[in-house]
């Protein structure tokens, strides 16, 4: 099985998601992306070895590469490389749809503030998890809903605390991100090196 | 990298810029509240950014001291090299 992932244009990490969903997905064969510039090629062939599959780099006649990856080939274990700066091992747990103790105004406009400057600042945490009040960020009327989306579709992974959706019954105005109970959401902080609380 | 444009407005302090939320939500302009773009002094933190096609009626909510402002800047957005031109 042949698949051409075309990663031409797109900005750093969107060509790595873009090839790893691929490569992911496909159970045995060949995944061929094609990327524009050499920080990319580099990034995307990082991900090739940090799964320990093999592969090859063309160049094009306009300086674009084709990353031939095969899936199924497992080469020895090489050096032991990471998958580029794309996220920080970080998780980032809001327990409130306001930032900070205080007047609610404030806590509003802060938190929209927050969330807009952990969008525009790659790179991205891995997780951000949301409950309590949080829960309304993620949730339809919620003013920040575009950075959340923008965030998940660069592949960071949100997640809404379950319970408090149903406590504030709003499960089915879930507009960003996926629901989690109370494990994955410890999972979540226990796992990354890093945790930031915010509420 | 994409090259986006925007009208910015700051305050001088943050209850400006909340009243001036209310104003720019009652008129129906799509704004959004950002921390204060480090290219532009900063007078307080937040800042309100909106399309440069809304341009005339944020000017005409000056004028009509509907919304209170420290300065309105047209701000690029262009990778590494974000640019604040102040508009008068």
Redesign the interface.
Known sequence: MKIEVDARGQ?CPKPVIMTKKELDNLPNGIVTTIVDNEVAKDNVSKLAISYGYGFTVDKGKNNEYYIHITKGEVVEEGPSVCIPDTFKDLTIAIGSDKMGVGEE??GN?LM??FI??VKETAPWPATMVFFNSGVYLTCEGSEILEDLKALESEGVEIISCGTCLDFYNIKEKLQAGEIGNMYTIYEKMRNANNTINLG | ??KEIYGVTTYKS?HH??QA?GVFKSKGISF????TPREITVSC??SIIFSLDDIDKVKEMVDSNEIDIDGIYKYTKDGFNNRAEKLN
Do not use: A, H, Q, V
């Open positions: 900005l105004k404030l406009i929209k503030s807009y400057t | 990298m994409r943050t810029t909340i939320e959004r509240t950002i921390p933190g937040l």
